[in-house]
Structures are given as structure tokens and as C-alpha cells.
């Protein structure tokens, strides 16, 4: 796969090739989502004027190569929008391309536009290599994260 990419927001034309990527990030993650909520969650993102967006990354072939979906709500610390980067996936043939990277950049730089207050991500302890990549582009903290199932 070719380097030569552009990001970009998800667009309606973008469904079916989203899609695939999407189950291979479930796979990976071994879920497996009702179809009403992975159509809804799409239908959020292509939807103006929602909270859920996505930025996906397209090679010179017009394929997708990833995306990056992502959450915008307020917070109690500031008045400005928080950013909750909820899922970055890389199709497997793009991987160490640094598609991930210009996504997580081009995010940043959305974020600065519309003076987001910040982005913020987790990820498995154990997913090393994309630890990897994010201890080069952002801050890690010393949060713990708790969850309670409902």
C-alpha cells in the first residue's frame, strides 16, 4: 500500500468500506456488536450535528486505509469541548505507514481549530505497538480506569 494519503471526514459514500474496517477492529477486540448499533453508530457519524465523528484516512487508490472515531462533549474543568478518541483502527496492510499517527495529527489539529480543551484515548496495557506510537504523540497518564457494566 501506498504511503500518499489524505484525512478527511467519514462521508455517506465512505459506509461499506468503513464497515469492513470496523469488523476487523471488533475482531480484534473479539466483540461482537449488534447490527443496530454498529448502523446506528454509523449513521451518527454521517449525521451533522452529532457528537460521534470520524476521520478516515484514504490512499492514492481511494481506498480507506483506517479511521478514527471519536466523541465531542463538555466536561466540569473547562467550557471548551472535550475530545474522546473512542476507536483508531489501520487496515493490516497499512500498518507501520504511519497512518495512525496522521490520523491522531490531523485530529490535533481539528481539535486546535475548534479550540477543543483536549483529545484523549486509552488503549489495552498490553497493545505495545500502538502504545508505541502513542507514547511519541501524547502525554500518558497515571489514570486508572474503573467500569461498571449496566
Not at 475482531?27 to 450535528?49: C, D, M, N
Not at 476521520?55 to 467550557?79: E, I, M, Q, R
Request: proline share 3%; aromatic share 12%; glycine share 4%.
Amino acid at each position: 500500500m501506498s504511503t500518499n494519503m489524505q484525512i478527511r471526514p467519514a462521508s455517506p459514500d465512505d459506509r461499506a468500506e468503513w464497515l469492513s474496517l470496523w469488523q476487523q477492529y471488533c475482531a480484534f477486540y473479539k466483540v461482537s456488536l449488534p447490527q443496530h448499533v454498529v448502523f446506528g453508530t454509523w449513521q451518527r457519524i454521517v449525521t451533522e450535528g452529532e457528537s460521534i465523528n470520524s476521520l478516515v484516512a484514504v490512499g492514492s487508490n481511494a481506498k480507506l486505509l483506517g479511521f478514527c472515531n471519536y466523541v465531542l462533549h463538555p466536561n466540569t474543568w473547562s467550557d471548551q469541548t472535550v475530545c474522546y478518541l473512542e476507536d483508531l483502527f489501520v487496515h493490516d496492510a497499512a500498518r507501520r505507514l504511519g497512518v495512525g499517527t496522521k490520523l491522531i495529527n490531523e485530529l490535533t489539529t481539528l481539535g486546535r481549530q475548534e479550540n477543543w480543551f483536549r483529545i484523549y484515548w486509552i488503549t489495552n496495557s498490553d497493545n505495545q505497538e500502538a502504545r508505541a506510537a502513542y507514547d511519541r504523540l501524547a502525554k500518558r497518564t497515571e489514570h486508572v480506569r474503573y467500569e461498571i457494566a449496566l
